[in-house]
DNA sequence: TCCAGTACTGGACAAATAAACAGCACTGTG
DNA sequence: CACAGTGCTGTTTATTTGTCCAGTACTGGA
């Protein structure tokens, strides 16, 4: 492929752009507006360079048909987005019980965060630096990943005291239990039955 | 919602599948020509239905505005997803002439993400623990807004020998200078220009 | 029978859009 | 200097598209 100047880079990622929040491919006078040009033409003469590099494709003479052409190795890939409910914590029971409760939502793609598209998946916004050892401070926002066998040294959400906390999943002489990993906090034998929400798969923090 | 009659469903379904097929949304003729109307009229009484039921929204006098509702759960926030390319190593210039060697992508919503939908954004993928004080660690991926002014404290993705790393950027009397947060590097005062690539807006990480 | 709702035809019009043509300014190169 | 490439302006033309108006046909009540 040809190399793009660099303002056909900025029109190409502005129509990626456009066309993926949007849902539509702008008009050559929405990219030139969004770049103030005063004529339509300068866009059509980039998007026709564009066109002739081979990383757009369209119809002709047809409104808003532009398309990127991700010819690449995101081509086949279909961005599977997963919508990923947060909680800021979770009251006793299934998590899914709590489903209007949550706090907000992020939407990351199948393929990031690794999961099977058919799991039930959910944030857990962390508080407290109980897990600082593995550096997840308080605010991260932890992707759990419901009913998955978790294994030593997985963290895994775990429901304690009707609360749900962070902790490292160890497996020690066959005995499950669940270590904090900051020396502040104690570990934790499980008297009974060890409830497991998940496993963390991902984590996401955000600019405060 | 009100219910649809069959014919309403059909040109729903219609719609949305040539929306996810084509990228882009049909036109009253289209909608027309396929179902073998005569008359573009009868699909815009249709589309019209449609939009009074509240399942399809639009752009008036737009060519290809239509946009189905999706009344699932993530209804009300409408989730403007970008697609953030995401870099191992930057070599020298700007990053966008980089755009082609991007080694994967991540979906994010811009919601979570905080971000300007007109920005340029991008991932870098970390590479060794010189941020480990701020819990950055080596494989994260630090989601860099392209083209912000940096705050001290922010952190930022810098240009140095040719090569991106992320640093802390501190502004102490007025001068910049680039912070790691790990005692075992140092910090990096500029002789010339500083080179900031971007700030950081979020931060991914993948379990391995 | 009358009425209302749904489904469609046919035609006309204005706005939105793509496309083409003629330029100008700037930059680097031989 | 001439020349080519890039980036942009300004204008015109043809097509596409959304919108409106008037009318037909069918259906199922009241």
Same mark, same amino acid.
């Given at each position: 492929?040809?190399?793009?100047?660099?303002?056909?880079?900025?029109?190409?990622?502005?129509?990626?752009?456009?066309?993926?929040?949007?849902?539509?491919?702008?008009?050559?006078?929405?990219?030139?507006?969004?770049?103030?040009?005063?004529?339509?033409?300068?866009?059509?003469?980039?998007?026709? !360079?564009?066109?002739?590099? *081979? +990383?757009?494709? #369209?119809?002709?003479?047809?409104?808003?048909? /532009?398309?990127?052409?991700?010819?690449?190795?995101?081509?086949?890939?279909?961005?599977?987005?997963?919508?990923?409910?947060?909680?800021?914590?979770?009251?006793?029971?299934?998590?899914?019980?709590?489903?209007?409760?949550?706090?907000?939502?992020?939407?990351?793609?199948?393929?990031?965060?690794?999961?099977?598209?058919?799991?039930?998946?959910?944030?857990?916004?962390?508080?407290?630096?109980?897990?600082?050892?593995?550096?997840?401070?308080?605010?991260?926002? !932890?992707?759990?990943?419901? *009913? +998955?066998?978790? #294994?030593?040294?997985?963290?895994?959400?775990? /429901?304690?005291?009707?609360?749900?906390?962070?902790?490292?999943?160890?497996?020690?002489?066959?005995?499950?239990?669940?270590?904090?990993?900051?020396?502040?906090?104690?570990?934790?034998?499980?008297?009974?039955?060890?409830?497991?929400?998940?496993?963390?798969?991902?984590?996401?923090?955000?600019?405060?």
């Amino acid at each position: 492929m040809k190399t793009l100047t660099e303002r056909q880079q900025e029109i190409l990622d502005f129509i990626r752009q456009r066309q993926e929040s949007e849902g539509m491919a702008p008009t050559l006078r929405e990219v030139a507006t969004h770049f103030r040009f005063s004529s339509v033409n300068a866009a059509l003469a980039h998007v026709q !360079a564009l066109l002739a590099k *081979g +990383v757009l494709k #369209r119809v002709p003479r047809r409104a808003r048909s /532009l398309q990127v052409v991700d010819a690449g190795p995101s081509a086949r890939r279909r961005p599977r987005v997963v919508s990923v409910p947060i909680y800021g914590s979770i009251p006793a029971g299934r998590p899914e019980d709590a489903a209007q409760e949550a706090e907000g939502c992020v939407l990351m793609d199948v393929e990031t965060l690794g999961i099977r598209p058919t799991a039930r998946t959910f944030g857990l916004q962390v508080r407290g630096d109980s897990m600082i050892g593995k550096h997840i401070t308080d605010g991260d926002i !932890a992707i759990i990943e419901h *009913g +998955v066998q978790p #294994r030593s040294g997985d963290v895994v959400a775990a /429901l304690i005291d009707g609360q749900v906390t962070l902790k490292t999943f160890v497996l020690q002489r066959g005995k499950p239990y669940l270590r904090a990993e900051n020396p502040r906090y104690p570990d934790l034998i499980p008297q009974e039955e060890l409830q497991i929400q998940g496993v963390m798969v991902a984590l996401v923090r955000k600019r405060k």
